[in-house]
């Protein structure tokens, strides 16, 4: 189960988003009040095969040890593979229907949406929770057209299920998403491109934190 708490600060981070070593860079962000971690190994670098298992089951420990759940981007054997606390799909991944009828009962699957038509769409397809974005400009997903501010309200008002707003989030914006109904907010240069993972994390909580 994940459950609206768990989705306040997630964070997400593959080998590609840091020059550090990830293990550490995890530890960090944890401590500095991570609530829930994806592992998204995508970019030019990226580590395949028995490489990318590898680096999952050291990830997968550190949230086990420090009981934050953890999530695979993408990959339902590999989520299976590590004892994952839930998979995240996109859209132009492998549909709910099919991802459930090779995962536990209820097993949580979070889905990327960027319109009030896929939401509600992936809500009644069986999603545990949404990602909604690009909210903001990010060179992360570089030329997709951010949604918005508005679409987090127009979402939430539309779904039961929890959202997490994702897309060049960060420390001076966290309190509006926030604020417009997300259960939390999802970052990866935030977190993994700064100096300090963990005062970085320890920033965007305390402006979360503020907002009831
Ligand atoms: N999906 C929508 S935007 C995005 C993903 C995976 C990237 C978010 O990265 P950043 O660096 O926090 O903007
Ligand atoms: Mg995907």
């Known amino acids: ?95 709910i229907k ?26 009644q397809q069986g999603a545990s929770y949404l990602g909604v974005g690009p909210i903001f400009e990010t060179a992360t997903k570089p030329g997709k057209k951010p949604i918005g501010i508005q679409t987090i309200r127009d979402i939430t008002e539309k779904v039961n299920i929890p959202i997490v707003a994702i897309g060049g989030v960060k420390k001076s914006n966290a309190m509006q998403i926030k604020k417009a109904g997300a259960a939390g907010i999802s970052v990866i240069t935030a977190i993994s491109q700064a100096g300090d993972a963990e005062q970085a994390a320890r920033e965007l909580r305390e402006q979360l934190d503020k907002v009831q």
């Open 1 to 95: 189960m994940i459950n609206e708490k768990d989705l306040l600060l997630y964070f997400i981070m593959g080998s590609d988003n840091t020059k550090r070593n990830p293990s550490q860079v995890l530890q960090e962000a944890i401590d500095g009040g991570v609530t829930i971690f994806q592992y998204r190994e995508k970019g030019l670098h990226v580590k395949k095969g028995e490489d990318k298992i590898q680096l999952g089951k050291q990830l997968r420990k550190i949230c086990q040890e420090k009981g934050v759940p953890f999530i695979v981007n993408d990959d339902i054997d590999l989520a299976i593979q590590l004892g994952a606390d839930g998979v995240h799909l996109g859209q132009g991944d492998e549909p």
């Open 98 to 123: 099919e991802a459930r009828e090779k995962l536990p009962n209820n097993f949580p699957i979070g889905i990327s949406v960027s319109t009030i038509e896929e939401a509600v769409l992936a809500e």
